[in-house]
């Protein structure tokens, strides 16, 4: 069983459409993280959030602690082809090892022009 | 953010060599880096937690005489495939945090891409 369950697990929509991916656990986040990969390249991180209700804005993407910070999401408003890539949530947790980040499996996004 | 890098971006190496993968963080002080491993189309896999200083933690199933790593300073871990093999072929990634607060992130190096032939 894996502490943060991430969905959807493939997405593939075109120019212009909304989206959200989804990062979830039965445990409390310290802390959570989003990122977004590039084939080849490291992981970039989007945003780091850690009060529950907390909503954080980035351009076009919004993201969103959840009030008993167990869970977050990632909306995409009109996403664009630049959109494309893999997003990934991690989270640290105080109830397991602290000084660890814990990852979600991936939302692997495509963006059709 | 802080910046993370890595060297090299690339390697191909003979089955049984040994290869060094260096990670930096430029712009500020790391006491922990992290090891990741990653296949195609896959999240990340955890290999080993780096504290400067000290002897890395790893991951259950990976083997520490394999996959060297030394922490030496700060701002310097370093990963050994030690007689690398076809299937240690993969994307190599660090990461670099100073996990003073629960609000400290990692921030990630480019990558090493490792081809074993």
């Known amino acids: 069983t894996q502490l943060l369950e991430q969905s959807p697990q493939f997405l593939s929509i075109q120019e212009g459409e909304n989206l959200t991916v989804y990062c979830n656990s039965s445990s409390v986040f310290s802390s959570l993280q989003w990122y977004r990969q590039e084939p080849g390249e490291g992981p970039v991180l989007l945003v780091t959030?850690?009060?529950?209700?907390e909503v954080k804005k980035l351009k076009r993407l919004t993201f969103q602690f959840g009030d008993a910070r167990k869970d977050s999401s990632l909306h995409i408003t009109a996403a664009q082809p630049g959109d494309t890539g893999l997003y990934l949530c991690a989270g640290r947790f105080t109830q397991y090892n602290f000084n660890k980040f814990y990852f979600g499996s991936g939302t692997k996004l495509n963006v059709k022009p | 953010g802080a910046v993370v890098s890595q060297h090299p971006s690339w390697v191909i190496c003979k089955s049984g060599t040994s290869v060094k993968i260096e990670c930096r963080s430029l712009?500020?002080?790391?006491?922990?880096m992290f090891w990741y491993r990653q296949f195609p189309k896959q999240s990340l896999m955890l290999m080993a937690t780096?504290?400067?200083?000290?002897?890395?933690?790893?991951e259950q199933g990976v083997e520490k005489d394999k996959f060297l790593i030394n922490h030496a300073s700060l701002t310097l871990s370093t990963l050994t495939v030690t007689s690398a093999h076809p299937e240690d072929s993969s994307f190599y990634i660090c990461?670099?945090?100073?996990?003073?607060?629960?609000?400290?992130?990692?921030?990630f190096g480019p990558g090493t891409r490792l081809t074993v032939l």
């Open positions: 780096s504290n400067e200083g000290s002897k890395a933690t790893y």
């Open positions: 990461s670099a945090s100073r996990l003073a607060h629960s609000t400290d992130t990692q921030y």
């Open positions: 959030v850690v009060t529950g209700g």
């Open positions: 712009d500020f002080q790391a006491t922990t």
